[in-house]
């Protein structure tokens, strides 16, 4: 399942997610918490900077501790790496909160809802920015051998160690190379269609047509957002 794109050569597959017209932008997939998830094998990618950003939406109001919405390595039985990431959810003091975890390094991005909601995650060669609902939350300085930078995979519904499972939809979910602005992101999270200058690597193409399955799309750096 998916569209192949000139210079990002890779299908998305499909494991067991369903389409769903509750999507925020249309359709979405809407994932079990079993063993649902949405797999690209790509071939590896070094990020100098990268944004990670997508909608979600939790049919749990208290989902278990490294529950996964997206990572970027599969690592089975392991887990983390120093060069990889995931966005999960954790339990901090009695609040559950979407993160970014990379190897011994988390951010906070914000307390975990029940309704839609737009996570992102950028990095620009040095910071990394949290961002919920288009509003700037929390950041790190992380060196790139920190801060997940080797993109081997994207895998959406699922933690790295391939244990935890998203329960609940996703839909739109974008990978660019460099680290999107403030501005940019705000108008991601209002519309859904903002940060049309191009640069996006990845995205899930959700169409809203009537009756038609959404797709996992790849794409290239050459400016199809604009």
Known sequence: VGHRQPGFDHDGVINGAQPDVTGQLG???????????????????????????????????TPDNYTAVFNNFHNPGVGGSSDSLQIDVFNTAGTINYRVL??????NIGQLATNWQHLTVTYDGS?????????????????????GTLFRELIVGRNRGGGEYFQGHIDDVRIYNRALTGAEIYRLARRGLGARRGGAV????????????????????????R
């Open 102 to 107: 990379f190897h011994g390094n988390a951010v």
């Open 202 to 225: 990845a995205r899930s193409a959700y169409t809203s047509q009537p009756g038609a399955a959404p797709s996992v799309e790849l794409m290239d750096t050459s400016g199809l957002l």
């Open 27 to 61: 359709r979405a997939y809407q994932f079990d918490g079993i063993d649902d998830y949405v797999h690209a094998d790509i071939t590896d990618w070094q990020a100098d900077a990268y944004t990670v950003a997508l909608w979600v939406k939790s049919d749990l109001t």
């Open 127 to 147: 910071t990394v920015q949290t961002y919920l609902n288009g509003s700037s939350s929390n950041q790190l300085n992380l060196a790139p051998s920190l801060a």
